[in-house]
């Protein structure tokens, strides 16, 4: 069975731009959630999905939006890029389909430089 | 790795030794826990899990203890092996999502 898949692997940006980053699940996942995980911070939760809806939102600004198609996939936005957008963004999925977080399967990540 | 160590506790041990890492939590309503092991350029890896209502859960070479008075969480790890050596984070459960630890880097010496 594939792994969750994350592309791209490495991508680098100037201020100001946007940047999409596309995440595919673990096949019958239909939960997949958004991390960024930086030096200072640690892993942070940005978003959860599910079924193509949003249901749970991390601190982080509106600069930062994602969706989820109907097979499950699932990409990021972040618009308006500043410096310390730098980070590995993390996607993960689960076979949850309720409120509990059941196990995470990570991808190897998104690794996006802002200079 | 993708976590520096910048302040990242390091916990160093010879192969062979057991290995115990710590981590307390900070909500006391959180009923699920999660170990992640990151390896170098890698995404976290599920180690193993405990829910609220148990106090100790093996599996294999690892053992999570969760003591719930104290709000703290310790990953052992027996006969720790090179291979070992990764960033380990501790994780509540949360609704849809997951808080995680600040991390602790294990370095295994042969």
């Known amino acids: 069975k594939a792994g969750v898949t994350q592309t791209p692997r490495y991508l680098i940006k100037t201020r100001g731009q946007q940047v999409t980053l596309s995440c595919s699940p673990i096949s019958g996942h239909r939960s997949v959630s958004w991390y960024q995980q930086t030096p200072g911070q640690g892993l942070q939760f940005l978003f959860e999905?599910?079924?193509?809806?949003?249901?749970n939102k991390g601190n982080f600004p509106g600069r930062f939006s994602g969706r989820q198609f109907s097979n499950s996939r699932s990409e990021m936005n972040v618009s308006t890029l500043e410096l310390g957008d730098s980070a590995l963004y993390l996607c993960?999925?689960?076979?949850?389909?309720?409120?509990?977080?059941?196990?995470?399967?990570f991808g190897e990540g998104s690794r996006l430089t802002v200079l | 790795g993708e976590n520096v160590g910048l302040h990242l506790p390091t916990l160093s041990v010879q192969e062979g030794d057991n290995s115990i890492i710590n981590c307390a939590y900070s909500?006391?309503?959180?009923?699920?826990f999660i170990w992640y092991k990151q390896e170098s350029g890698k995404g976290p890896q599920f180690i193993i899990d405990i829910r609220s209502n148990m106090d100790k859960r093996q599996g294999q070479r690892v053992t999570v203890l969760l003591n719930k008075t104290v709000k703290h969480l310790s990953l052992q790890i027996a006969a720790t092996q090179p291979g070992d050596s990764a960033v380990y984070f501790c994780a509540e459960g949360g609704f849809q999502k997951l808080v995680f630890g600040t991390g602790t880097r294990l370095l295994v010496s042969p």
């Open positions: 999905y599910f079924s193509e809806t949003q249901r």
């Open positions: 909500n006391s309503a959180s009923d699920y």
């Open positions: 993960a999925s689960s076979w949850t389909t309720g409120g509990d977080t059941g196990e995470l399967f």
